[in-house]
Protein backbone atom coordinates (compact mmCIF):
# COMPACT_ATOMS: atom_id res chain seq x y z
CA UNK A 1 0.00 0.00 0.00
CA UNK A 2 2.70 1.95 0.53
CA UNK A 3 4.30 1.44 -2.59
CA UNK A 4 1.37 2.42 -4.33
CA UNK A 5 0.42 5.14 -2.81
CA UNK A 6 3.95 6.96 -3.49
CA UNK A 7 3.69 5.68 -6.89
CA UNK A 8 0.36 7.96 -7.27
CA UNK A 9 2.31 11.06 -5.87
CA UNK A 10 5.12 10.54 -8.51
CA UNK A 11 2.76 10.37 -10.78
CA UNK A 12 0.82 13.82 -10.09
CA UNK A 13 4.03 15.27 -9.68
CA UNK A 14 5.31 14.48 -12.78
CA UNK A 15 2.16 15.30 -14.56
CA UNK A 16 2.16 18.27 -12.99
CA UNK A 17 5.71 19.74 -14.22
CA UNK A 18 4.85 18.17 -17.43
CA UNK A 19 7.70 15.29 -17.73
CA UNK A 20 7.36 12.94 -20.43
CA UNK A 21 7.45 14.46 -24.59
CA UNK A 22 5.20 11.93 -26.30
CA UNK A 23 2.38 14.81 -26.12
CA UNK A 24 4.55 17.67 -27.11
CA UNK A 25 5.26 19.46 -30.47
CA UNK A 26 9.11 18.35 -30.94
CA UNK A 27 12.04 19.92 -32.78
CA UNK A 28 15.32 18.29 -33.23
CA UNK A 29 14.51 15.98 -30.59
CA UNK A 30 13.16 18.75 -27.95
CA UNK A 31 9.76 20.21 -26.94
CA UNK A 32 8.78 23.40 -28.55
CA UNK A 33 8.40 26.45 -26.04
CA UNK A 34 6.58 29.75 -26.33
CA UNK A 35 9.05 31.71 -25.73
CA UNK A 36 6.47 34.61 -24.21
CA UNK A 37 5.42 32.24 -21.46
CA UNK A 38 7.84 29.11 -21.32
CA UNK A 39 4.94 27.30 -22.14
CA UNK A 40 5.57 23.41 -24.20
CA UNK A 41 3.12 23.46 -27.08
CA UNK A 42 1.05 20.56 -27.01
CA UNK A 43 -0.12 18.14 -30.02
CA UNK A 44 -3.42 17.64 -28.55
CA UNK A 45 -4.80 21.25 -28.25
CA UNK A 46 -8.65 21.09 -28.17
CA UNK A 47 -8.50 25.28 -29.64
CA UNK A 48 -6.75 28.13 -31.41
CA UNK A 49 -4.71 30.11 -29.35
CA UNK A 50 -6.10 33.96 -29.74
CA UNK A 51 -2.60 35.19 -29.40
CA UNK A 52 -1.34 35.74 -33.21
CA UNK A 53 2.36 34.76 -31.70
CA UNK A 54 0.93 31.53 -30.71
CA UNK A 55 -0.96 31.03 -33.45
CA UNK A 56 1.69 31.39 -36.16
CA UNK A 57 3.65 29.64 -33.75
CA UNK A 58 1.48 26.25 -33.86
CA UNK A 59 0.86 27.20 -38.17
CA UNK A 60 4.46 26.08 -38.20
CA UNK A 61 4.22 23.08 -36.77
CA UNK A 62 0.56 22.39 -37.62
CA UNK A 63 1.85 18.81 -39.20
CA UNK A 64 2.35 17.76 -35.81
CA UNK A 65 -1.34 18.61 -34.04
CA UNK A 66 -3.17 15.35 -33.46
CA UNK A 67 -6.39 17.22 -34.94
CA UNK A 68 -5.68 19.26 -38.21
CA UNK A 69 -5.32 22.81 -36.59
CA UNK A 70 -6.74 24.59 -39.81
CA UNK A 71 -9.69 22.71 -38.19
CA UNK A 72 -9.10 23.26 -34.36
CA UNK A 73 -12.34 26.45 -33.70
CA UNK A 74 -10.46 29.37 -31.90
CA UNK A 75 -11.27 29.44 -28.48
CA UNK A 76 -13.81 31.54 -28.11
CA UNK A 77 -16.20 29.44 -30.13
CA UNK A 78 -14.81 25.93 -28.70
CA UNK A 79 -18.10 23.80 -27.67
CA UNK A 80 -18.02 20.65 -26.12
CA UNK A 81 -19.66 19.02 -29.96
CA UNK A 82 -15.88 20.88 -30.99
CA UNK A 83 -13.55 18.00 -32.60
CA UNK A 84 -14.39 14.31 -32.09
CA UNK A 85 -13.61 12.69 -28.88
CA UNK A 86 -10.63 10.95 -28.36
CA UNK A 87 -12.44 8.18 -26.03
CA UNK A 88 -14.67 8.53 -22.89
CA UNK A 89 -12.29 10.00 -20.77
CA UNK A 90 -11.77 13.30 -23.04
CA UNK A 91 -15.77 13.36 -24.15
CA UNK A 92 -16.77 12.67 -20.45
CA UNK A 93 -14.21 14.58 -18.25
CA UNK A 94 -11.59 16.98 -20.37
CA UNK A 95 -13.72 18.77 -22.88
CA UNK A 96 -16.36 19.91 -20.22
CA UNK A 97 -14.24 21.00 -18.11
CA UNK A 98 -12.23 23.68 -21.02
CA UNK A 99 -15.66 24.20 -21.76
CA UNK A 100 -16.89 25.38 -18.59
CA UNK A 101 -12.98 27.20 -17.79
CA UNK A 102 -13.57 28.92 -21.39
CA UNK A 103 -16.96 30.29 -20.90
CA UNK A 104 -16.74 31.27 -17.45
CA UNK A 105 -13.83 33.12 -18.33
CA UNK A 106 -15.15 35.18 -20.73
CA UNK A 107 -18.34 35.90 -18.83
CA UNK A 108 -15.77 37.14 -16.15
CA UNK A 109 -12.79 38.49 -18.22
CA UNK A 110 -10.02 36.91 -16.21
CA UNK A 111 -9.22 32.96 -16.96
CA UNK A 112 -7.65 32.92 -13.88
CA UNK A 113 -10.78 33.51 -11.96
CA UNK A 114 -12.29 31.20 -13.89
CA UNK A 115 -9.76 28.47 -12.78
CA UNK A 116 -10.17 28.97 -9.03
CA UNK A 117 -14.05 29.65 -9.59
CA UNK A 118 -14.34 25.77 -11.18
CA UNK A 119 -11.33 24.39 -8.77
CA UNK A 120 -13.71 25.24 -5.80
CA UNK A 121 -16.78 24.38 -7.45
CA UNK A 122 -15.50 20.77 -8.02
CA UNK A 123 -14.43 20.95 -4.43
CA UNK A 124 -17.95 21.72 -3.09
CA UNK A 125 -19.15 18.39 -5.22
CA UNK A 126 -16.77 16.29 -3.43
CA UNK A 127 -17.93 17.99 -0.10
CA UNK A 128 -20.28 15.37 1.03
CA UNK A 129 -17.19 12.56 0.82
CA UNK A 130 -15.09 14.82 2.29
CA UNK A 131 -17.19 14.95 4.99
CA UNK A 132 -18.00 11.08 5.52
CA UNK A 133 -14.14 10.34 5.30
CA UNK A 134 -13.47 12.85 8.65
CA UNK A 135 -16.08 11.59 9.93
CA UNK A 136 -14.64 8.32 9.41
CA UNK A 137 -10.73 9.60 10.62
CA UNK A 138 -13.11 11.02 13.87
CA UNK A 139 -14.51 7.70 14.27
CA UNK A 140 -10.92 5.74 13.99
CA UNK A 141 -9.50 8.53 16.54
CA UNK A 142 -12.34 7.00 19.23
CA UNK A 143 -11.60 3.31 18.27
CA UNK A 144 -7.65 3.98 18.99
CA UNK A 145 -6.99 3.14 22.59
CA UNK A 146 -9.07 -0.45 21.57
CA UNK A 147 -6.88 -1.28 18.43
CA UNK A 148 -3.64 0.27 20.57
CA UNK A 149 -4.96 -2.39 22.79
CA UNK A 150 -4.88 -5.36 19.82
CA UNK A 151 -1.28 -3.95 18.98
CA UNK A 152 -0.05 -4.54 22.22
CA UNK A 153 -1.82 -7.80 23.00
CA UNK A 154 -0.59 -9.61 19.89
CA UNK A 155 2.64 -7.27 19.56
CA UNK A 156 5.32 -10.36 19.97
CA UNK A 157 3.08 -13.40 18.52
CA UNK A 158 4.16 -13.96 14.68
CA UNK A 159 2.26 -17.40 13.81
CA UNK A 160 -0.54 -17.08 11.73
CA UNK A 161 -3.48 -17.78 14.12
CA UNK A 162 -2.40 -15.24 16.09
CA UNK A 163 -2.51 -12.96 13.50
CA UNK A 164 -6.02 -14.42 12.12
CA UNK A 165 -7.36 -13.69 15.66
CA UNK A 166 -5.48 -10.44 15.17
CA UNK A 167 -7.62 -9.62 12.43
CA UNK A 168 -10.90 -10.69 13.82
CA UNK A 169 -10.26 -8.62 16.61
CA UNK A 170 -9.48 -5.22 14.54
CA UNK A 171 -12.29 -6.01 12.30
CA UNK A 172 -15.04 -5.87 15.01
CA UNK A 173 -13.55 -2.42 16.47
CA UNK A 174 -13.71 -1.48 12.92
CA UNK A 175 -17.86 -2.45 12.92
CA UNK A 176 -17.91 -1.21 16.67
CA UNK A 177 -17.13 1.90 15.62
CA UNK A 178 -18.41 2.25 11.65
CA UNK A 179 -15.44 2.28 10.46
CA UNK A 180 -14.30 1.07 6.48
CA UNK A 181 -11.22 0.48 6.25
CA UNK A 182 -10.40 1.67 3.00
CA UNK A 183 -12.89 4.56 3.63
CA UNK A 184 -9.74 7.10 3.82
CA UNK A 185 -9.17 6.25 0.32
CA UNK A 186 -12.17 6.45 -1.18
CA UNK A 187 -11.57 10.47 -1.65
CA UNK A 188 -8.06 10.23 -3.33
CA UNK A 189 -9.76 7.18 -5.93
CA UNK A 190 -12.33 9.83 -6.76
CA UNK A 191 -10.61 13.14 -6.97
CA UNK A 192 -7.14 11.72 -8.62
CA UNK A 193 -9.51 11.48 -12.01
CA UNK A 194 -11.27 14.76 -11.53
CA UNK A 195 -7.70 16.52 -10.79
CA UNK A 196 -6.11 14.83 -13.88
CA UNK A 197 -8.88 15.86 -16.03
CA UNK A 198 -8.69 19.39 -14.42
CA UNK A 199 -5.13 19.42 -15.66
CA UNK A 200 -5.50 18.20 -19.18
CA UNK A 201 -8.57 20.39 -19.59
CA UNK A 202 -5.87 23.55 -18.47
CA UNK A 203 -2.62 22.08 -20.47
CA UNK A 204 -4.19 21.84 -24.15
CA UNK A 205 -6.67 25.03 -24.05
CA UNK A 206 -3.78 27.82 -25.34
CA UNK A 207 -6.22 30.51 -24.26
CA UNK A 208 -5.85 29.87 -20.64
CA UNK A 209 -2.45 30.61 -20.93
CA UNK A 210 -2.20 33.85 -22.55
CA UNK A 211 -4.15 35.50 -19.74
CA UNK A 212 -3.10 36.88 -16.75
CA UNK A 213 -4.31 36.90 -13.19
CA UNK A 214 -2.84 39.97 -10.77
CA UNK A 215 0.04 40.22 -13.04
CA UNK A 216 1.11 37.22 -13.75
CA UNK A 217 0.96 35.06 -17.28
CA UNK A 218 -1.09 31.95 -16.46
CA UNK A 219 1.18 29.97 -18.56
CA UNK A 220 4.37 30.89 -17.14
CA UNK A 221 6.34 29.23 -14.19
CA UNK A 222 7.54 30.60 -11.01
CA UNK A 223 11.32 29.36 -12.36
CA UNK A 224 10.48 31.44 -15.49
CA UNK A 225 8.97 34.39 -14.32
CA UNK A 226 11.36 34.12 -11.41
CA UNK A 227 14.90 33.52 -13.39
CA UNK A 228 14.28 35.15 -16.82
CA UNK A 229 11.58 37.91 -15.94
CA UNK A 230 12.19 38.62 -12.66
CA UNK A 231 8.82 39.29 -11.61
CA UNK A 232 9.06 38.47 -7.79
CA UNK A 233 5.33 38.44 -7.55
CA UNK A 234 6.00 34.30 -8.45
CA UNK A 235 7.82 33.76 -5.10
CA UNK A 236 3.77 34.06 -3.60
CA UNK A 237 2.90 31.74 -5.67
CA UNK A 238 5.53 29.26 -4.01
CA UNK A 239 4.84 30.25 -0.90
CA UNK A 240 0.83 29.50 -1.20
CA UNK A 241 1.39 26.18 -3.25
CA UNK A 242 4.08 24.77 -0.45
CA UNK A 243 1.72 26.97 2.52
CA UNK A 244 -1.89 25.31 1.74
CA UNK A 245 -0.31 21.78 0.77
CA UNK A 246 1.30 21.56 4.11
CA UNK A 247 -1.68 22.66 6.01
CA UNK A 248 -3.99 20.42 4.31
CA UNK A 249 -1.96 17.16 4.22
CA UNK A 250 -0.76 17.73 8.33
CA UNK A 251 -4.61 18.20 8.79
CA UNK A 252 -5.58 14.80 7.60
CA UNK A 253 -2.47 13.30 8.64
CA UNK A 254 -3.25 14.33 12.24
CA UNK A 255 -7.01 13.24 11.97
CA UNK A 256 -5.90 9.65 10.43
CA UNK A 257 -4.38 8.34 13.68
CA UNK A 258 -4.95 4.52 13.54
CA UNK A 259 -3.77 3.04 16.65
CA UNK A 260 -0.62 1.00 14.19
CA UNK A 261 2.85 2.78 14.91
CA UNK A 262 3.96 1.01 11.40
CA UNK A 263 0.80 2.85 9.35
CA UNK A 264 1.43 6.07 10.98
CA UNK A 265 5.33 6.05 10.27
CA UNK A 266 4.21 5.29 6.99
CA UNK A 267 2.05 8.30 6.98
CA UNK A 268 4.21 10.70 8.28
CA UNK A 269 6.89 9.43 5.70
CA UNK A 270 4.30 10.16 2.82
CA UNK A 271 3.59 13.38 4.20
CA UNK A 272 7.04 14.66 4.53
CA UNK A 273 7.93 12.94 0.72
CA UNK A 274 4.95 15.07 -0.55
CA UNK A 275 6.03 18.03 0.64
CA UNK A 276 8.68 18.25 -0.57
CA UNK A 277 8.35 16.99 -4.17
CA UNK A 278 5.84 19.67 -4.09
CA UNK A 279 8.23 22.27 -3.00
CA UNK A 280 10.37 21.47 -5.87
CA UNK A 281 7.34 21.14 -8.84
CA UNK A 282 6.08 24.50 -7.60
CA UNK A 283 9.13 25.89 -9.25
CA UNK A 284 7.64 24.19 -12.84
CA UNK A 285 3.75 24.82 -12.32
CA UNK A 286 2.29 26.78 -14.78
CA UNK A 287 0.81 29.91 -12.70
CA UNK A 288 -2.74 28.48 -13.85
CA UNK A 289 -2.70 25.07 -12.14
CA UNK A 290 -0.75 26.58 -9.29
CA UNK A 291 -4.09 28.76 -8.93
CA UNK A 292 -6.25 25.70 -8.64
CA UNK A 293 -3.88 24.07 -6.73
CA UNK A 294 -3.78 26.80 -4.15
CA UNK A 295 -7.30 27.61 -3.78
CA UNK A 296 -8.76 23.69 -4.11
CA UNK A 297 -6.16 23.09 -0.88
CA UNK A 298 -7.15 26.36 0.77
CA UNK A 299 -10.68 25.14 0.58
CA UNK A 300 -9.72 22.07 2.18
CA UNK A 301 -7.68 23.28 5.07
CA UNK A 302 -10.96 25.65 5.78
CA UNK A 303 -13.66 22.70 5.37
CA UNK A 304 -11.55 20.73 7.80
CA UNK A 305 -11.66 22.95 10.15
CA UNK A 306 -15.26 23.33 9.87
CA UNK A 307 -15.88 19.79 10.08
CA UNK A 308 -13.58 19.31 12.73
CA UNK A 309 -15.27 21.81 14.95
CA UNK A 310 -18.34 20.38 14.11
CA UNK A 311 -17.20 16.73 15.21
CA UNK A 312 -16.28 17.89 18.34
CA UNK A 313 -19.36 19.76 19.22
CA UNK A 314 -21.32 16.36 18.16
CA UNK A 315 -18.54 14.56 20.97
CA UNK A 316 -19.60 17.06 23.62
CA UNK A 317 -23.01 16.33 23.21
CA UNK A 318 -22.35 12.63 23.12
CA UNK A 319 -20.51 12.63 26.40
CA UNK A 320 -23.28 14.90 28.24
CA UNK A 321 -26.22 12.64 26.77
CA UNK A 322 -24.64 9.16 27.84
CA UNK A 323 -23.87 9.87 31.57
CA UNK A 324 -27.72 11.15 31.86
CA UNK A 325 -29.35 7.88 30.29
CA UNK A 326 -26.69 5.81 32.63
CA UNK A 327 -28.38 7.44 35.47
CA UNK A 328 -31.91 6.98 34.88
CA UNK A 329 -31.07 3.24 33.82
CA UNK A 330 -30.10 3.17 37.44
CA UNK A 331 -32.88 4.94 38.67
CA UNK A 332 -35.16 2.13 36.71
CA UNK A 333 -33.40 -0.72 39.01
Known amino acids: MKKFKIGIIVLMIVMLTGCGNSNYIMKDNKPVQNDATGQVLQKDILCKPVDKDLDKLYSEYKDQTKIAYDKLPKCADFKMSSNKASGLWEGLFVKPLAFIILKLGYLINNF ?15 MPISIKT ?29 MLQKSQEMMMVYKKYNISPFGSCLLAFIQLPLFF ?26 MMGLFEYHQWGYIAIIVLIILT ?4 FRNSMGSN ?4 PEM ?29 WIATNGFVVVQNLVIKKINEMEDKKDVIIKPKKEKRVKKGK
Open 134 to 162: MKQSNNLKKAQPELARIERKYANRTDNEA
Open 112 to 126: GLSVIIVGLAIRLIL
Open 245 to 248: TYLS
Open 197 to 222: AFLQAINRTPAIFEDKFLGLTLGRTP
Open 264 to 292: ESQMQFMFKFMIIMISVASLYLSTAIALY
Open 257 to 260: QTGN
